[in-house]
């Protein structure tokens, strides 16, 4: 059974610091992984979306990778600033793409502070 | 529309009650999600349809729990005979097709709240 955990549960940092978050899974064979930003009280805005052939994939000041190998997961924030205060969630679709199941992580809930 | 729409936004029930929950997704797109995120919890599948197929009604947890899709587009999620434990948001996604790397797009959720 495939299970997404992210770690930190919760992190705080000052405007400006590169952060990085992480979400790992048990089964390696994943058809993709995509990650996600929940504001409190909104929907989930996709954010980067790593197919399984893929190693990283890079949005302005975001920068996901991928090893699925270790079955981990990194996304990286450059010069973080207030506004990327939310939750970040990390999900994965199983291996042979024949399913539209998502399993999701727990999020880590960020707050930069100004 | 532009994105996914989702309604009611909020609703109440008393306990006991049907609800019914309407996800409207991104006009072209031929997979459509149901999850659920309880206070404090991780999102929970309930159900994907694709396209003409049979849906994936695995994740519904039980047989109160049901969902249709009418002509492939609009969805309806029904509760039935409501409990307290329900009280979640029920958050519905769509992408241009399930097996597939497309990216899935989030509505922002019915919350509802079993009293």
């Known amino acids: 059974k495939q299970e997404v955990t992210q770690i930190p549960a919760a992190l705080s940092v000052p405007e400006g610091e590169n952060l990085v978050l992480n979400c790992s899974f048990t089964d390696s064979a994943i058809y993709n992984l995509q990650w996600f930003r929940q504001d409190p009280g909104k929907g989930l805005t996709s954010l980067l979306l790593?197919?399984?052939?893929?190693r990283e994939q890079t949005s302005g000041r975001l920068n996901a990778s991928l090893d699925k190998s270790s079955g981990r997961s990194t996304l990286y924030i450059a010069a973080s600033q207030p506004g990327d205060s939310a939750t970040y969630l990390c999900a994965v679709r199983h291996g042979s793409g024949n399913t539209g199941k998502l399993i999701f992580g727990q999020g880590t809930t960020l707050q930069v502070k100004p | 529309g532009a994105g996914v729409s989702q309604s009611p936004s909020n609703k109440v029930t008393e306990k006991g009650k049907d609800v019914e929950l309407r996800c409207d997704p991104i006009s072209g797109h031929t997979a459509l999600y149901w999850y659920r995120q309880s206070l404090g919890q991780g999102l929970e599948f309930l159900i994907y349809?694709?396209?003409?197929?049979?849906?994936?009604k695995s994740g519904l947890p039980s047989d109160r729990f049901s969902a249709e899709r009418t002509g492939g587009s609009v969805s309806t999620l029904t509760i039935q005979r409501t409990q307290q434990e329900d009280s979640a948001v029920y958050l519905c996604?769509?992408?241009?097709?399930?097996?597939?790397?497309?990216?899935?797009?989030f509505g922002e959720g019915s919350w509802l709240t079993v009293v």
């Open positions: 790593i197919q399984s052939s893929q």
């Open positions: 996604a769509s992408s241009f097709k399930a097996f597939s790397g497309n990216t899935i797009y």
């Open positions: 349809f694709q396209g003409n197929s049979a849906p994936d």
